[in-house]
């Protein structure tokens, strides 16, 4: 089993920026990706990004492509978001998750999800 927890969540201000972390622990696989997803109060959850852990391969929503950079750590075992340029439509819960395989954009295909952190960006 994998353990993930989110970090980094906060209130700021329309154009400013944030940096989400996420640890993991545990058993995880031997082939993996790790993305972030994020839901509003309503809303379907949402791909963000995610990133191959063997070789750091990115994937990006369009939504946020050109303003959230995804980056791992291998000695630490995390994966960030760095996150700029925010937009009060970036406001939801942002979660952490793992897949075996590659990187996917269908929540679906994720094994393991962290607690969540929330982001809330003021206009």
């Known amino acids: 089993q994998v353990q993930l927890v989110e970090s980094g969540g906060g209130l700021v201000q329309a154009g400013g920026s944030l940096r989400l972390s996420c640890a993991a622990s545990g058993r995880t696989f031997s082939s993996y990706a790790m993305g972030w997803f994020r839901q509003a109060p309503g809303k379907e959850r949402e791909f963000v990004a995610a990133v191959r852990w063997s070789n750091g391969f990115t994937h990006y929503a369009d939504s946020v492509r050109g303003r959230f950079t995804i980056s791992r750590d291998n000695s630490k075992n995390t994966v960030a978001l760095q996150m700029n340029s925010l937009k009060p439509e970036d406001t939801a819960v942002y979660y952490c998750?793992?897949?075996?395989?590659?990187?996917?954009?269908?929540?679906?295909?994720?094994?393991?999800w962290g607690q969540g952190t929330q982001v809330t960006v003021s206009s």
């Open positions: 998750a793992v897949r075996s395989g590659g990187t996917s954009s269908q929540s679906n295909d994720y094994n393991y």
